[in-house]
Nanobody
C-alpha cells in the first residue's frame, strides 16, 4: 500500500525553524520526483519546493528561497523540508507528494500520491 506520512509540524515563533519529514512506504522514492506543498485557509494549494529524481535538481517558490531547503534520503525512503527564518505567512498545512516523472514542474495537479499533511503555525 502506497503511503506518505508527514511529521515535524507544530507551533513556532517567527524567526524560528522546523524540519518536516515525509516517510514513504509501499514504494521506493528512488524513481519519483518529490514535492512539498502547502495550503493556508482560503488559499489555493501551492508548490513550495520540489526535488527531481533524475539529477536531484531543486525548485523553490520565490516566497521561500533562501529560507527553506529540500533534501531526500533514498536509503531511508524519506524526504525533508528544512524551514528557517519562518514568518507568519508560512502558516499552512504542509503536504508532501510524489510524481512518477524524472522532472517535476512542482504543480500540485501533476502529483500522483499525497500525504495527509502536517500543520505548521508561525505565531508569537
Amino acid at each position: 500500500q502506497v503511503q506518505l506520512v508527514e511529521s515535524g509540524g507544530g507551533l513556532v515563533q517567527p524567526g524560528g525553524s522546523l524540519r518536516l519529514s515525509c516517510a514513504a512506504s509501499g514504494f521506493s522514492l528512488d524513481y519519483y520526483s518529490i514535492g512539498w506543498f502547502r495550503q493556508a485557509p482560503g488559499k489555493e494549494r501551492e508548490g513550495v519546493s520540489c526535488i527531481n529524481s533524475s539529477d536531484g535538481s531543486t525548485y523553490y517558490a520565490d516566497s521561500v528561497k533562501g529560507r527553506f531547503t529540500i533534501s531526500r534520503d533514498n536509503a531511508k525512503n524519506t524526504v525533508y523540508l528544512r524551514m528557517d527564518s519562518l514568518k507568519p505567512e508560512d502558516t499552512a498545512v504542509y503536504y508532501c507528494a510524489v510524481e512518477s516523472s524524472p522532472y517535476s514542474r512542482c504543480y500540485y495537479y501533476d502529483m500522483d500520491y499525497w500525504g495527509i499533511g502536517t500543520l505548521v503555525t508561525v505565531s508569537s
